[in-house]
């Protein structure tokens, strides 16, 4: 169990006072695979920097199971060695001097809980065996392949049995096919485990993929935190609506009780939190749109004409003009597009609603 | 937040917790500080002995005499164009080197490489001993040879001194100028001639610009080294009475007759000292601007080499067999025959009947196996002192706040561009005002001090650039996996920077063994080093004797360098893997 109670950190560069992290809290449960999704700057670095102990904050609390390892008030801050953590590094950070069965046994030798050796090996073993390393004990860390290497790096994470496992963009390194693969693997390693882990990124597929529940991080500050489908159905902010996807944008004026008057005409939406006469912004990911050789008698049909279709084989995008506005939206990629005029439908229920902020 | 709360925060900043292992609070600031009050305390003493003379009457009459002194004024001038004449000689040959060297598909490339660099610890004694062979106005062989044709090849000379100290100082301009010719993308050159630039415009606008910086840190280096070098105007220029700015201080303080002016070599260093500092700080404002350069080029680096052509790669092994031939080869057949005879006298097979081994057994007395005590109490305590503080110097410059570190390097690196002569003098002056209390004035440890003082700039270069390789999370995974502050020095640090350690060491006590300024300049008869113990036959004609003792030296020199070459390739691999 991982708590963050209103952490913030600033510090001064070049004069000015930079927010790192702002005011964040979070509560991470036992057992649960928390993400921290953010671009980078976003301070999610600084944030599992923090949880490790390898950066302090200014101001706040930080518990690990129940053991509270820095705070602000009480001047306390512990240092990482005294952590009951493990680590995967974005570099993995495996020492290059040593063997593979040496870089994951150095923790449970001369760290927090040294163990007597026939228990090492025993440790090191099934820590090996999780990540399917067996038989490369011996191999000097350099001559493994990187995605060798991450597996090594989450065996000596694994080893120390840690009350929290931190992991800061561990698959950055690895190329595109193996990065989700590999994923796939943390995922029911640390379920089978039944491992607190934070996991920080900055690739919004690898965060719903691997999360029970993500926070997304900007300008030092949590926007919103929430299982995957609550980010990508409910966003609190266009920010983090367009964290999960592309949208289109549309302005306009809530004339009365569920319809907005943009510049392709009004639209029907589900208004309850907004005032009438209110300027609201709508957003309609490409992929809920539906496109229609007719319309029937459901509200949100336009009528478009397509301006270009970018295929990727499963799938194409396609941007039409509805009258001078051009939205995007996405298809299966099976079927060719028959005509280039055709009807636009945006289901009521997929709209966001936000309140314009100018 | 509150006052205190940030003050924790400028705190936690201001100390950021990686390697804050080896060091926090403990013995490594210590060191670094040690090491910086060494640097400052011998440069302050020269400064202060030099306004304290001003204090006395007859200090300042002395200080008057030395500045309206015209020789004072010629000996400076005639450093200024000997260290001119030095910088362009050793352009001419050590840039064309490194080019081929680092941009083109010279065969044998590797072999230079390591050859240039070893040029470095060639002893500058040995290089002017074979030109004085070759072309001493009585004694050397061209001069013997051209007898009859009435023309004499004087390197006695300022001009001849200035040749022969380009020629060894042009491995140190390669040296410095190869790294940033290697570094530079190739595709820069490319995407110029993809975009139509003809070969000129493409030199013109891509590649000079480039490597501007490069050649200018190369030159501004070679010139500071040269305005200070001792051993080749001291066995070329002494006894033809040509005096440099450092055998004019050596003169002063080891005059042959008459009282050592301390006070006045003291004065007369100060205006090299702040020219000296202004120089590094030109050459930090080049660095930074090639540094830039080198960011660009970071990512998708490609170094393409331009290929010869059967002609270009003639004339290049010709170019650089021409210049190791006059640099190495030619000086040491001259100074190996020379060694072998009573008298010197040119190869030819008429000579070969006074061959002997004379020299060898003549010199094998109780004081050169003194000196060769001192030599290697010298040359592995030296370094053994300087690697450490070094290595604390850069963990202070690597890991603590900017401002900290911005003054430590400026400290640090002092040594670089003033001359050691001007640190001799600072340990002259601090060694006799103590003299009452700890008597090190001529003693081994005086050298040892000053050794120490003088390649820390080296070394800090030598064990910063091999810290820095090393990746901070490789640390931090420790801390966070629990292991202590000990654990993590001993089982992480010390051997992923073992190897660098070990280079370093070798490099100093390669450097420190065939060392003749400080020695020199601080000789009396308790601290009598090899180098010195040559000269000093040098100096009294005993040029076979002289010879003999330099190609033993040169030998040892050869062994150590052999071994620092391996101990470097191995720093440089475990460096690697430590990036990976």
Known sequence: MITITNLSKSFQSGGRSIHALKNVSAEINAGEFFVLLGASGSGKTTLIRCVAGLEHANVGEISLGGRTVYSGSKQIAVPPEER???MVFQSYALWPHLTVFENVALPLQKGRKRLPAPAVKARVAAALEAVELQGLEARPVPMLSGGQQQRVALARALAVEPDALLMDEPLSNLDARLREKVRGQIRDISKRFGITVLYVTHDQTEAMALADRLAVLAGGEVQQIGRPHELYRQPRTPEVAEFFGDMNWLTGRLSRAGIVDTAIGPVCVDSRAFSDGSTVRLGIRPENIVICADRSDAANFFRGKVRTVTYFGERQSVMVDIGTTSIVLRTSGTTELATSDLWVHFPETTILLFADAG | MTQPEIAAADLAIASPPAWRAVAGRSLVPAIASLGLVMIVSLLASVLLRSF?????????????????????????????????????????FGVPIAWFVERTDLPGREAIRVMMGAGI????FFTAMGWVYLAHPRIGMLNIWLKDAGIVINIQTLTGMGFVQGLALAALAFVVAAPSLSAIDSTLEESAEIHGLSLVNRFRYVTLPLVTPALMASALVTFMVALAVFDIPAVLGLSAKILLYSTYVYNLVNPASAEPLYEIAAASSAPMLLLAV??????YRIIRQSSRY???SGKGYRSKLTPLGARGRVGGLTFVGLYLFLVLLLPL?????????????????DALRFLSFNNYVGVLTPSLWTAVGHTLIFSVVAPTFTTIISVALSWVILRQSRAISRAVELIAFLPLSIPSVIFGVGAITIALAIGSFVPIYGSLALIILVEIVVRTSVATRITGSAMVQIHRELDEAGAVFGLSTGVRFTRILLPLLGPALAYCWLFLAVLAFRELTVPALLVSRDNLTVSVYTWGLL????????SAVTILVLLSVALLGAATLVVGRLAVRVRAEGRS
Do not use: C, H, K, N
């Open chain 1, 84 to 86: 009951d953590i493990g």
């Open chain 2, 52 to 92: 304290g003379s001003l204090e006395s009457a007859t200090g300042r009459a002395a200080i008057i005499a030395l500045f309206s002194d015209a020789e004072y004024y010629r000996t400076l001038l005639d450093t200024f164009y000997f260290a001119l004449l030095t910088t362009v000689v050793a352009m001419l």
């Open chain 2, 121 to 124: 610890l060639i002893p500058g």
């Open chain 2, 278 to 283: 202004g120089l590094s700080v030109l050459y």
């Open chain 2, 294 to 296: 080198q960011v660009v």
């Open chain 2, 333 to 349: 057949l001259l100074v190996a025959w020379g060694s072998f005879l009573p008298f010197f006298r040119p190869i030819s097979v």
């Open chain 2, 539 to 546: 100096s009294l004609g005993s040029l076979g004797r002289a």
